[in-house]
């Protein structure tokens, strides 16, 4: 304890003033140290949710299996992953074996079988062609294409089987759901909307099959893909 000096014993209103203001600087100080409940980091945004031992999730973004990638259980589904194709995308030409056909330039492009496969994401144009004696119809279709793509689809959902005009004439078109391939960097699937276009002239039937995530609205770059199509021969 402090004694007093014969100033203070005089005027003691000095000494009540002096131990006020120390107090009131303690009381900011404290309410500056739990402000911020003792991190130096700002906190969550509302868009973002945050499990223990997990990193930050945007809300929204949520998946609907486990297990991706392993042998305990299927891979992935992603939710929303992009699928529009911008509307200035350019295009090149592809020739095949008696027609041409173009497709979205810059584009990854591989093999899958005697099939071309142009892809970008979980976008992706296949081109195939084959001997077919006869002319596609929706009764073959039916009969025989859908039977074929359920049993080498994963998540299959039947959709229409219908004729369509393009520029080249007439086209069977089959459409249906499905699981993309499993992408080798984030080990998720996505579930696409395919549309499969068969034409056929001469013998030989060509199959341009055009898949993006379910919701994608590609309308545009398809008709412009499909009505692209010609033969050469």
Known sequence: MRLLSRREWRNPWT???ASSAAAASVVVLSACGS??????????????TTTAGSASTPAGNSVSASGAGTSSGPAVVET???GDIPDNQAFVLYR?????????????????????VF???????????????QAPTIATARAIDVPRIEASSQGFTSGAIST???KAGTTVLITYHAY???????????????????????????????????????????RKVTDSFAWTK
């Open 15 to 17: 000494v009540l003033a």
């Open 35 to 48: 402000s911020n409940g003792g991190t130096s980091g700002p906190p969550l945004s509302p868009s973002t």
């Open 80 to 82: 929303n992953p992009p």
């Open 96 to 116: 095949g074996s008696g027609f041409t056909v173009t497709v979205p330039e810059g584009w990854a492009r591989s093999s899958s079988g005697s099939a071309a």
């Open 119 to 133: 892809s970008d994401k979980y976008n992706n144009i296949t081109v195939s062609s084959a001997p077919s004696p």
């Open 164 to 166: 369509v005009q393009r």
């Open 180 to 222: 993309s391939a499993v992408n080798p960097v984030t080990g998720k699937v996505a579930s696409e909307a395919v549309e499969r276009y068969t034409f056929w002239r001469a013998g030989t039937a060509v199959t341009l099959t055009l898949a993006a995530p379910v919701g994608s609205d590609n309308v545009d770059p398809w």
